[in-house]
């Protein structure tokens, strides 16, 4: 009996990790459009890797859970870059030189607000739905829908300019 | 709840994010040595303070000739919590300073200091 639950245990477990992993391509493309440079992009999924394995209870979308850790992790150390900003300056290394601006879609979503770009990514990059968008950001599904159609007028009219 | 479908969004999400490289899944997490220099500066300036705030009650304590006081009444007395009584000695300052065999006894917000 025991021995029953440590197996379904570890079953759910490799099941979750392994979710998580599945799902590591489409997040880090997420956080990329996001605006995070290739490396923050790395570390800030690393981080929530390491949270990933620490979560005993896995939740229902690995997906959109590694995004909104991976995005909270990416916003604390931008923040925390922040304060060594000006030894970047001095070195002549300012993270923004490196981000992927040949993308125009990536380009338009920088000119929306963080939120919205959070809802236009969780929704067409993660394919979450309004209900686990909602959960993920502690808004409800009405709000997530106000965001996203606000979000997507505005993409619309700067992509088809 | 319906939800506005938009597949020509999803397929242009699809189709320009696929652009991004992935890079393989680190094992490892790299980490800034900024971080690990922040950290032992940071660790640096508590060991300091730490010292020199211990320096800083010890002298006090010793400059009011209450050498025999234990740690934690020494930073009373440096921060003026309590204050020295010296009892049954007609000795000079200079003398209960370096008086090295005395007995300090606390009483509410008074050191009572008394030469053996």
Redesign the interface.
């Known amino acids: 009996m025991v021995s029953a639950l440590a197996d379904d245990a570890e079953l759910a477990d490799t099941t979750w990790l392994g979710a998580c992993e599945a799902a590591y391509p489409k997040v880090y493309r997420g956080l990329v459009a996001m605006g995070a440079t290739p490396e923050e992009a790395a570390d800030a999924l690393q981080d929530a890797f390491e949270r990933a394995l620490s979560v005993r209870a896995p939740v229902a979308s690995p997906d959109g859970w590694l995004f909104i850790v991976a995005l909270r992790r990416w916003k604390r150390a931008r923040w925390r870059a922040r304060l060594f900003r000006p030894l970047d300056v001095i070195r002549g290394q300012a993270s923004a030189a490196s981000r992927d601006d040949r993308i125009d879609l990536v380009a338009e979503l920088g000119r929306l607000t963080e939120q919205q770009r959070t809802v236009l990514i969780a929704r067409h990059a993660l394919g979450l739905s309004q209900k686990e968008i909602g959960e993920l950001l502690g808004v409800t599904p009405g709000t997530v829908g106000a965001i996203a159609y606000q979000a997507t007028r505005k993409l619309r009219e700067r992509l088809e300019r | ?1 319906n ?2 479908v ?1 597949r020509d ?2 397929l ?3 189709e ?5 490289p ?2 393989p ?2 094992t490892v ?2 980490r800034s040595p ?2 690990r220099i922040a950290a032992a500066v940071a660790a640096a300036a508590l060991a300091a303070a730490a010292m020199g705030t211990g320096f800083a009650a010890n002298a006090a304590a010793e400059a009011q000739g209450a050498t025999c006081a234990d740690l934690v009444t020494r930073f009373k007395l440096l921060t003026g919590a309590v204050h020295v009584v010296h009892e049954g000695s007609d000795a000079t300052h200079e003398e209960r300073t370096h008086e090295a065999i005395n007995h300090c006894e606390v009483h509410g917000t008074t050191i009572t200091v008394s030469q053996r």
Do not use: T, Y
Request: aromatic share 4%.
């Open positions: 709840m939800e506005p938009s969004l999803d242009l999400f699809q320009r994010l696929s652009r991004i992935v890079p899944r680190p997490r790299r900024r971080r």
